[in-house]
């Protein structure tokens, strides 16, 4: 679809703009309706450029004035910004342009966020503020005067000047225009300092509405503690006088790493022990993490053009992923990355929006935030790393700091570094970057005089426009065990480069059992059916701790797969498995409380239809229902003690030992709430003085369909938090059961609470409605055409949100004959919508093809 559409670019069209820009100055007069974008802008000829015609990029922009060198100049508007006739050298460049920012919904360039202003300008958003050579290649330094009737005025870079009702920036180091941000509001500051390991002092704020001053400290300490990890393990100090962090409530996605300049969703910053999760914390320390380190992984060195996104998206994420293990636990984060890997990357990789991680053609690039650019892309560069050793990946990551400070990069720059730097070849690796789908890799293996010979194949289906896949480099860690449970050959890296491979270890007297691709060394599909005796084995034994969590979720799946198709009991073998791992207390608690969580909905939807059967979402959540209501029959005494010993003494406090204890207390809740009619959840919702126990409790309450008064409670205590009563929208669309889904979502929808325009609060219900799987797909389909018509609605006001929730329907393909036909009335409906947005008919035609 994208192919056919006269709006898409290719990555093969890449050429330089025709010009460098030497300085940036702008000028900003603040007003609602009617602020006035002053720029003045140094071009020179770029003598990397071929020529062509001058051109500069500029959308919804009324243009008052232009000169070029101080004579008006006479432009010509075209698709997209406007061109004019220029000097042949170096010359100056004035315009000034008048935007509205209280009209912008779309929330990309500057707009406002309760009564504050704010921008967002990644990918293209700069062109709304003003006319600009919009793309990442073109770097300059930029210098800022903001003025407005406002206490806090900020921009990228230093501070230089300011007085009542203006203030100056001056940001030093060259960079694309989407690291451009501003901020103005009344707002305060959460401050403190860090000193950099060469002894310089820099100044860090977190800015924030008033009342919400105390939810700033966790992201601080997150802050410093990422400045100092990113000095330790990369070498990598701030090169700014001062670090900005602003909350905004209304924001598209996470948070954004404008130089010196960080903007966040106040979701992904703003926390407190009463208003936030463990979860929440985790999140935010993430968050904060990435941005921050997007400093050198993005805005130091950032991207060519946008098809090179992963080069920037995979490495933060890879390196926010190391940070996030080494703060809390590398078992329990690397299970955790699996499952989200799981859940929305090969979700992608496997349905019609599948693309590679370095896609080749789009038409609008905001569609391509996905999680095959960031996740996958984190996997690849985590596989790069197993590849060439920890001591390969060092040198060449100093190598690509070191030639590539300044550039505007390319996956061909990165790869070349781990080329340079530990002399192997790559051409073969690089197809993980240009073939979509996940690879599946097959397992046979055979023992005969002491030799045990592993032979492994691997196949990727075709994808949307690619037909053919080529084998890719697989690291493939894998472990054997003898069959009392010792480790006769410790983890080592097989490469499987071909479609088949065999693999031989020598001198085993018996057969062992294969721990195969340990720590997820590839993000791939094993296909591999092993009896189930072996993956008990496995959970009890494995020395890998994630293939010991691996092999439980293994056997789950079977138990229940069994349940959904052949009306099977729940296996005691199972059962009595899983009791023994939430037992062991040599376990890290936050590892057994992953242990104790079943497969989702979705995933089993997937893998029923990977096994050609039509996944029906109702039997699969009776299902669900009914092996956790076993798990809590069975382990009933196991699980009482954990809800009983598990209680975290004094204060509560975020770090990775207590919430894992509340994590682990938590699933036991949820169990137990199915066989005791709540009794404990409920006083856990009276007492609890944290977010993580109430909401938990309230959880479990909505999973019996007993919450009744306690949402009314929490609703009446949380009615002034945004975020928190985000949580109570969330939790009843994603919990309603499938026969209310519908009449409770429109309920909600119809809520006067319910500020659709609020893209956290769009997300919570509709987001939360289509994540319900069983009650998404009620029969009827009222909630295919609920999720619809508000996609419709949105899409005028915020093409960007609404674009990406489209992928609500991306599975359509796996549900049987009616419900794909409501689907697909639901997707044309959107299409035909007049006026749609490039965003939304990009999307829905992908998922269409
Ligand atoms: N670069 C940011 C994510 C981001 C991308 C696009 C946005 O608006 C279109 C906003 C934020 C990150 O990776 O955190
Ligand atoms: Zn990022």
């Given at each position: 679809m994208p192919d056919s559409d006269p709006r898409t670019i290719y990555l093969a069209d890449y050429t330089p703009f025709t010009h460098v820009v030497e300085q940036v100055e702008l000028t900003f007069r603040l007003a609602p309706a009617t602020t006035r974008v002053l720029s003045k802008i140094t071009f020179a000829p770029n003598p990397e450029?071929?020529?062509?015609?001058?051109?500069l990029h500029g959308e919804a922009l009324k243009l008052i004035s232009a000169r070029i060198d101080g004579a008006a100049v006479e432009v010509r508007p075209v698709e997209g910004g406007l061109t004019c006739d220029v000097p042949s050298g170096r010359f100056v460049w004035e315009a000034e342009v008048e935007i509205s920012p209280e009209s912008n919904t779309a929330l990309e360039g500057l707009y406002m966020s309760n009564g504050m202003y704010c921008t967002q300008c990644e990918a293209e958003g700069f062109r709304k503020i003003t006319y600009y050579p919009d793309r990442p290649d073109v770097m300059a330094p930029f210098k800022v005067r903001i003025e407005g009737d406002l206490p806090v005025l900020l921009s990228n870079g230093n501070p230089v000047a300011q007085g009542e009702g203006w203030a100056e920036w001056v940001d030093p180091w060259p960079k694309p225009a989407y690291l451009f941000a501003l901020v103005a509001g009344e707002l305060v500051n959460h401050l403190d300092s860090f000193t950099t390991a060469s002894g310089k002092q820099v100044e860090l704020n977190i800015w924030v509405r008033p009342g919400d001053k105390d939810k700033c400290a966790f992201g601080m300490d997150a802050l410093k503690r990422s400045m100092a990890w990113d000095e330790q393990v990369y070498g990598r100090e701030?090169?700014?006088?001062?670090?900005?962090?602003?909350?905004?409530?209304d924001?598209?996605?996470?948070?954004?790493?404008?130089?010196?300049?960080?903007?966040?969703?106040?979701?992904?910053?703003?926390?407190?022990?009463?208003?936030?999760?463990?979860?929440?914390?985790?999140?935010?320390?993430?968050?904060?993490?990435?941005?921050?380190?997007?400093?050198?992984?993005?805005?130091?060195?950032?991207?060519?053009?946008?098809?090179?996104?992963?080069?920037?998206?995979?490495?933060?994420?890879?390196?926010?992923?190391?940070?996030?293990?080494?703060?809390?636990?590398?078992?329990?984060?690397?299970?955790?990355?699996?499952?989200?890997?799981?859940?929305?990357?090969?979700?992608?990789?496997?349905?019609?929006?599948?693309?590679?991680?370095?896609?080749?053609?789009?038409?609008?690039?905001?569609?391509?935030?996905?999680?095959?650019?960031?996740?996958?892309g984190a996997e690849v560069i985590g596989m790069l790393k197993t590849l060439v050793g920890d001591t390969g990946y060092k040198a060449a990551l100093d190598l690509y700091f070191e030639r590539h400070d300044g550039d505007a990069a390319t996956i061909e720059d990165w790869l070349k570094v781990f080329e340079d730097a530990t002399g192997r070849d790559l051409s073969q690796f690089k197809r993980w970057y240009s073939q979509a789908g996940t690879p599946r890799v097959g397992v046979e293996e055979a023992l005969s005089d002491g030799t045990y010979t592993l032979t492994l194949t691997q196949a990727t289906p075709a994808t949307p426009g690619q037909e053919v896949a080529e084998p890719l480099v697989i690291p493939v860690a894998v472990g054997l065990l003898s069959p009392n449970g010792d480790e006769v050959v410790p983890t080592q890296v097989l490469e499987l480069t071909e479609t088949r491979q065999e693999f031989t270890f020598e001198g085993l007297g018996?057969?062992?059992?294969?721990?195969?691709?340990?720590?997820?060394?590839?993000?791939?599909?094993?296909?591999?059916?092993?009896?189930?005796?072996?993956?008990?084995?496995?959970?009890?034994?494995?020395?890998?701790?994630?293939?010991?969590?691996?092999?439980?979720?293994?056997?789950?799946?079977?138990?229940?797969?069994?349940?959904?198709?052949?009306?099977?009991?729940?296996?005691?073998?199972?059962?009595?498995?899983?009791?023994?791992?939430?037992?062991?207390?040599?376990?890290?608690?936050?590892?057994?409380?992953?242990?104790?969580?079943?497969?989702?909905?979705?995933?089993?939807?997937?893998t029923l239809f990977e096994a050609r059967?039509?996944?029906?979402?109702?039997?699969?959540?009776?299902?669900?229902?009914?092996?956790?209501?076993?798990?809590?029959e069975h382990s009933g005494e196991t699980l009482s003690d954990l809800y009983d010993d598990m209680i975290v003494p004094g204060p509560y406090s975020p770090d990775a030992e207590a919430a894992g204890q509340r994590a682990l207390?938590?699933?036991?809740?949820?169990?137990?709430?199915?066989?005791?009619?709540?009794?404990?959840?409920?006083?856990?919702?009276?007492?609890?003085?944290?977010?993580?126990?109430?909401?938990?409790?309230l959880a479990a309450l909505l999973n019996i369909d007993a919450a009744e008064s306690e949402l009314a409670r929490f609703r009446a205590q949380w009615q002034g938090?945004?975020?928190?009563?985000?949580?109570?929208?969330?939790?009843?669309?994603?919990?309603?059961?499938?026969?209310?889904?519908?009449?409770?979502?429109?309920?909600?929808?119809?809520?006067?609470?319910?500020?659709?325009?609020?893209?956290?609060?769009?997300?919570a219900v509709i987001g939360g409605l289509a994540m319900n799987a069983a009650g998404f797909h009620a029969p009827t389909g009222a909630n295919y055409r609920?999720?619809?018509?508000?996609?419709?609605?949105?899409?005028?006001?915020?093409?960007?949100?609404?674009?990406?929730?489209?992928?609500?329907?991306?599975?359509?393909?796996?549900?049987?004959?009616?419900?794909?036909?409501m689907i697909r009335e639901v997707l044309e409906k959107i299409a035909a919508t007049e006026g749609l947005s490039r965003d939304t008919t990009e999307m829905v035609g992908r998922i269409l093809a």
């Open positions: 450029s071929d020529g062509g015609t001058f051109f701030y090169d700014l006088d001062i670090f900005n962090i602003v909350a905004v409530d924001f598209n996605m996470g948070a954004m790493e404008n130089k010196g300049l960080n903007i966040f969703n106040s979701s992904a910053v703003l926390a407190s022990p009463e208003t936030a999760t463990d979860a929440n914390f985790e999140r935010i320390e993430g968050i904060i993490a990435h941005e921050y380190f997007h400093n050198w992984t993005g805005n130091r060195i950032t991207c060519r053009d946008w098809f090179q996104l992963c080069l920037k998206e995979g490495l933060t994420v890879f390196r926010d992923q190391q940070f996030t293990g080494d703060m809390r636990s590398h078992p329990v984060k690397r299970i955790s990355d699996v499952l989200e890997l799981r859940a929305r990357q090969f979700r992608e990789d496997n349905g019609p929006l599948a693309h590679p991680v370095r896609p080749e053609s789009f038409v609008e690039i905001n569609n391509f935030y996905t999680a095959t650019v960031y996740e996958k018996a057969k062992p059992v294969l721990s195969i691709l340990r720590n997820f060394s590839a993000p791939v599909i094993l296909e591999r059916d092993s009896p189930n005796a072996e993956r008990a084995f496995l959970l009890a034994h494995d020395t890998d701790p994630f293939n010991r969590w691996e092999a439980g979720r293994a056997l789950a799946k079977d138990v229940l797969v069994r349940m959904i198709t052949e009306d099977a009991a729940p296996a005691p073998d199972y059962l009595s498995a899983l009791n023994t791992v939430a037992r062991d207390e040599t376990l890290d608690p936050a590892f057994r409380a992953l242990a104790l969580g079943l497969p989702s909905q979705d995933d089993l939807a997937q059967r039509t996944p029906d979402p109702l039997a699969i959540r009776r299902s669900v229902r009914a092996l956790s209501r076993a798990i809590a207390r938590g699933a036991a809740l949820g169990y137990l709430t199915l066989v005791d009619d709540g009794t404990r959840a409920r006083a856990q919702f009276e007492t609890a003085d944290n977010m993580t126990e109430q909401l938990g409790a938090d945004r975020l928190v009563m985000d949580k109570w929208f969330g939790l009843q669309a994603s919990m309603a059961p499938p026969d209310q889904a519908a009449e409770r979502a429109q309920c909600l929808t119809e809520d006067s609470d319910f500020d659709w325009k609020n893209p956290n609060r769009f997300r609920l999720v619809g018509d508000w996609l419709i609605r949105l899409d005028p006001v915020n093409p960007q949100t609404t674009a990406r929730m489209t992928t609500a329907f991306q599975t359509w393909r796996r549900y049987d004959a009616d419900r794909q036909g």
